[in-house]
């Protein structure tokens, strides 16, 4: 394990920045050379979102509805919850606003990603339920948009979605359900992935058909549970909604009041942090959601694009927001709890302070004992909780009684002056993930905000988890055929349970990784085939005004498929 995390340390290094200039740079192009239509046709997109134009008898799976909530309940969901923790845990408060530059200029990422994958998806008719008729994403816009000889990019983006869905999309929810259960409940992270697992395989192997109809339900439910309980804490600390607004704008530019991480106070860090958990949160670049939307029911590949543009605002401009407003007005950001410290496993690690802040060091550079006297560590090598040092340590769960004798870290163990063995430690430790937001929802709410956060991890988790499952058994068949969907649900099920039984930071940057290896080739065929996506945005907008009325829509789009019908066949 520890081989593999010192490779996915290296790749990270070397991915982050050109994964941040080429994310936000494609934004911006994007949203120039499309007149800013994340702001001129989100309206529009609403109207298709809701059923106003929909044909039962148009080609797909599932309705504008369905494939817009099966995209969101993929990026509704740990992002929303864990992610915003973790980007203000380690870029402090201005990271959320990197966030939601990410989302604005997303929007018209989202938009031209999903509108090429519909243009170019494959239709499969009277495949069945399990397998769907349609499939579409980056692997086939690659390919039919640039050409034959792109295919091998396509097959390294469709191997990079099936990582990334293993990962990101399926490890890293069961990771942070089981984490937040084992800290609420005791529960062991072995029990949660067993039964989460089986909850996940019972959805995905009725195929998309099933999956549209549950997250149909379980979307717009869990994110209205999750939603309200945040406004209402925000009305309960309303004086502290204000100063929290201007501590995001102000630390984005001025970083100074990070809690972990290399480098705090370093715009770049926090930069660094608000695009990668952006990313993460609303997935626009990664090219995954297009998967989801080309099994909408529409001719008009645009009109699923419009529908597409809606989730980074849905999922981070107001979702991720109320996130980041609860638990930086109720404080919890920054504020120690009482923390079982375990030595052998958890959140622990090994830190160094130096003239950046305190930066974690590898295993084999820890020294062999961090010598502690009356409860306070010596020396500049610190036992951390989420990479920040625990300032006093004590031997007993009601902190009373301060420990004295040395960490020993090859062996997992704290050894007492008297020769007494401890495994467990106690302290008052920062939270981080989802922990942090459960703490924050308990400020506010009391038990009933706990309960809230516990209910939406789980419902997020499980919903995410199936969502991505798609995305990834569409890679699948797309690189082996379609004998290969069953053999990989079937493993994305083991994997989901091995997730949950993982190290939390190492889970997190083995999906980091994943991302940006997918995202980075994807963002580069956008750009290529941006001027078709401008193409068919001008085409769609000149038969479609924004008032449009449902009878002229269906009129006009069914001369449109005789058109098209007629060219093909001159």
């Excluded at 019972?202 to 309980?229: D, E, F």
Aim: charged share 15%; with cysteine; hydrophobic share 50%.
């Amino acid at each position: 394990m520890e081989t593999i995390v010192q490779i996915q340390s290296f790749v990270d290094q070397l991915l982050k920045y050109p994964l941040l200039v080429m994310l936000l740079g494609t934004g911006v192009f994007l949203t120039l050379r499309l007149g800013f239509i994340q702001f001129r046709r989100m309206g529009h997109g609403i109207k298709v979102a809701l059923g106003r134009y929909d044909d039962p008898n148009d080609t797909g799976d599932v309705t504008h509805f369905q494939a817009l909530t099966t995209a969101l309940s993929a990026t509704v969901g740990i992002g929303n919850i864990a992610g915003v923790a973790i980007a203000i845990h380690w870029g402090g408060p201005g990271a959320i606003f990197w966030m939601w530059m990410t989302a604005l200029l997303g929007m018209a990422t989202k938009y031209t990603e999903v509108t090429l994958a519909l243009r170019f998806r494959h239709v499969e008719k009277g495949a069945g339920k399990m397998v769907g008729t349609v499939s579409g994403g980056p692997m086939y816009y690659i390919e039919r948009g640039l050409g034959a000889g792109f295919k091998p990019l396509a097959v390294f983006v469709a191997t990079g979605i099936i990582f990334a869905a293993l990962l990101s999309g399926n490890a890293i929810q069961a990771n942070t359900v089981s984490d937040l259960m084992n800290a609420e409940f005791g529960m062991a992270t072995w029990v949660t992935g067993l039964i989460t697992a089986g909850v996940v395989a019972m959805v995905i192997l009725g195929g998309i058909t099933r999956i549209g109809k549950v997250t149909g339900i379980l979307a717009p439910s869990m994110a209205a549970i999750y939603v309200v309980g945040g406004l209402l804490i925000l009305c309960i600390n309303y004086d502290s909604v204000l100063p929290s607004l201007g501590l995001i704008f102000t630390e984005a530019f001025n970083p100074t009041a990070g809690v972990a991480g290399t480098g705090v106070g370093i715009l770049l860090q926090t930069l660094l942090w608000g695009v990668r958990r952006g990313l993460f949160s609303n997935e626009a670049g990664q090219g995954s959601a297009p998967i989801a939307h080309s099994a909408a029911k529409t001719e008009e590949p645009v009109s699923e694009g419009v529908v597409a543009l809606l989730e980074p605002f849905i999922d981070t401009i107001v979702i991720c927001t109320i996130t980041a407003l609860v638990v930086l007005s109720t404080g919890v950001w920054k504020l120690p709890t009482d923390t079982v410290l375990t030595l052998a496993e958890g959140d622990y690690s090994y830190v160094e302070e130096t003239d950046k802040g305190y930066v974690a060091i590898e295993n084999g550079d820890v020294p062999d004992t961090i010598e502690v006297l009356e409860g306070q560590q010596m020396g500049g090598v610190y036992f951390a909780w989420h990479e920040v040092p625990v300032g006093e340590l004590f031997v007993d769960e009601d902190l009373t009684r301060p420990f004295t004798g040395e960490i020993r870290p090859a062996n997992n163990v704290a050894v007492a002056m008297n020769g007494q063995s401890y495994e467990t430690l106690y302290g008052r430790a920062v939270e981080n993930g989802a922990p942090l937001t459960a703490l924050a929802f308990t400020t506010g709410l009391g038990r009933i905000g706990n309960l809230i956060v516990v209910i939406s991890v789980l419902l997020f988790g499980i919903s995410t988890a199936i969502s991505w499952s798609y995305y990834g058994d569409r890679s699948a068949m797309y690189i082996f055929g379609r004998p290969a969907i069953l053999p990989y649900k079937l493993l994305f099920v083991a994997v989901h349970f091995i997730g949950a039984n993982v190290s939390l930071n190492v889970i997190w940057g083995l999906g980091d990784t994943a991302l940006a290896l997918l995202t980075i080739p994807n963002v580069l065929a956008l750009l290529l085939l941006s001027g078709i996506a401008k193409k068919l945005t001008d085409d769609y907008f000149s038969s479609f005004g924004p008032g449009v009325s449902r009878e002229d829509y269906l009129r006009i789009t069914a001369e449109r498929q005789r058109a098209r019908k007629a060219e093909r066949e001159a």
